[in-house]
């Protein structure tokens, strides 16, 4: 199907911003691009924030409890996207998909406020302070009043990687998530090419919406802090996954980045790992960064999946 029609009716609100400008220096109508398309009600959930230690300092994380979750409920870390650079505890993408999940799982969510990459921070800083997370957070179960053998990690497009790299740890380490849950995931570099057809689609987008071979370089360079000498051990798309935890996989249909999670997937299952993947239909790169309402149903469909609903 083509790009959302709500989705490309707002095209003309970006038509002149540039790949990479920082949300602070976005004009006012660019803003507009990102608002909720129709009105939203949030779950009921209670929401907590707080800081644990980490090896580079405090680590802010914010918990979501649901209301109606039982004893032993499932728990997730949750990591998310910005390119490395950018995004905090309060994007959508991080508090909303928290509420919602947190909601669906009837369980708990922590979302997990790393470092962001810049000249003086990069791997393996920021990816440090996910895999202490998720230390605090399997220590903390007992506390949390969740099933220390039902947590999972995950997170969006870079925090994905993150995610998918802290659980690449644990399982070396012999404590591995229940599963591992990813949103339009970026774990690859150089990224994979997607289908002509789909590529065709995503020439005629807004340039500020690509993940073009520039763009993805200059992401992972920021990270790294440099594009050769790519640690394989921590790079969920050069290791070794053999044990990796089952995974489920998010794709936007209409993303550049969309090769990355079905490649990862290719890669599981070479070596038997479980992992499902759902394409969310005329969703491009980030739809998660929209709260879910009746008039776009593929971000609430993206998040049933992710929760196993």
């Given at each position: 199907m083509p790009v959302h029609p709500l989705i490309a009716a707002r095209f003309p609100l970006i038509a002149d911003v540039l790949p990479g400008t920082p949300v602070e220096q976005l004009p006012e109508a660019a803003l507009a691009f990102g608002l909720p398309y129709g009105d939203y009600r949030a779950p009921a959930v209670a929401i907590e924030d707080t800081a644990v230690d980490g090896p580079h300092g405090a680590i802010p994380v914010r918990i979501y409890r649901a209301e109606d979750r039982g004893p032993d409920a499932r728990a997730l870390l949750w990591a998310h996207g910005g390119g490395f650079t950018g995004g905090d505890l309060d994007m959508p993408e991080a508090h909303v998909v928290s509420m919602e999940l947190a909601a669906r799982l009837r369980g708990v969510v922590v979302s997990v406020d790393y470092r962001l990459a810049s000249d003086a921070v990069h791997h393996p800083v920021p990816v440090d302070d996910v895999a202490a997370a998720w230390d605090w957070l399997v220590g903390s179960a007992e506390r949390l009043g969740v099933d220390p053998a039902r947590i999972a990690t995950g997170g969006a497009s870079a925090g994905a990687f993150l995610a998918a790299s802290a659980a690449l740890r644990a399982v070396a380490a012999g404590r591995p998530p229940a599963s591992v849950l990813l949103a339009y995931p970026a774990i690859h570099f150089p990224t994979p090419a997607v289908e002509d057809a789909t590529?065709?689609?995503?020439?005629t987008l807004p340039s500020a919406l690509r993940f073009t071979p520039g763009v993805?370089?200059?992401?992972?360079?920021?990270?790294?802090?440099?594009?050769t000498a790519i640690p394989a051990a921590e790079s969920p798309g050069l290791a070794d996954l053999t044990g990796y935890p089952p995974v489920r996989i998010v794709v936007s249909?209409?993303?550049d980045l969309r090769g990355s999670g079905e490649l990862?997937?290719?890669q599981l299952a070479s070596v038997g790992v479980t992992a499902a993947l759902t394409v969310a239909e005329g969703m491009l790169h980030g739809h998660l960064n929209i709260p879910p309402t009746e008039a776009l149903p593929e971000v609430g469909r993206s998040l049933d999946f992710l929760a196993g609903r």
């Amino acid at each position: 199907m083509p790009v959302h029609p709500l989705i490309a009716a707002r095209f003309p609100l970006i038509a002149d911003v540039l790949p990479g400008t920082p949300v602070e220096q976005l004009p006012e109508a660019a803003l507009a691009f990102g608002l909720p398309y129709g009105d939203y009600r949030a779950p009921a959930v209670a929401i907590e924030d707080t800081a644990v230690d980490g090896p580079h300092g405090a680590i802010p994380v914010r918990i979501y409890r649901a209301e109606d979750r039982g004893p032993d409920a499932r728990a997730l870390l949750w990591a998310h996207g910005g390119g490395f650079t950018g995004g905090d505890l309060d994007m959508p993408e991080a508090h909303v998909v928290s509420m919602e999940l947190a909601a669906r799982l009837r369980g708990v969510v922590v979302s997990v406020d790393y470092r962001l990459a810049s000249d003086a921070v990069h791997h393996p800083v920021p990816v440090d302070d996910v895999a202490a997370a998720w230390d605090w957070l399997v220590g903390s179960a007992e506390r949390l009043g969740v099933d220390p053998a039902r947590i999972a990690t995950g997170g969006a497009s870079a925090g994905a990687f993150l995610a998918a790299s802290a659980a690449l740890r644990a399982v070396a380490a012999g404590r591995p998530p229940a599963s591992v849950l990813l949103a339009y995931p970026a774990i690859h570099f150089p990224t994979p090419a997607v289908e002509d057809a789909t590529a065709a689609v995503l020439r005629t987008l807004p340039s500020a919406l690509r993940f073009t071979p520039g763009v993805a370089t200059a992401i992972f360079a920021a990270y790294l802090g440099r594009i050769t000498a790519i640690p394989a051990a921590e790079s969920p798309g050069l290791a070794d996954l053999t044990g990796y935890p089952p995974v489920r996989i998010v794709v936007s249909e209409f993303d550049d980045l969309r090769g990355s999670g079905e490649l990862f997937a290719q890669q599981l299952a070479s070596v038997g790992v479980t992992a499902a993947l759902t394409v969310a239909e005329g969703m491009l790169h980030g739809h998660l960064n929209i709260p879910p309402t009746e008039a776009l149903p593929e971000v609430g469909r993206s998040l049933d999946f992710l929760a196993g609903r």
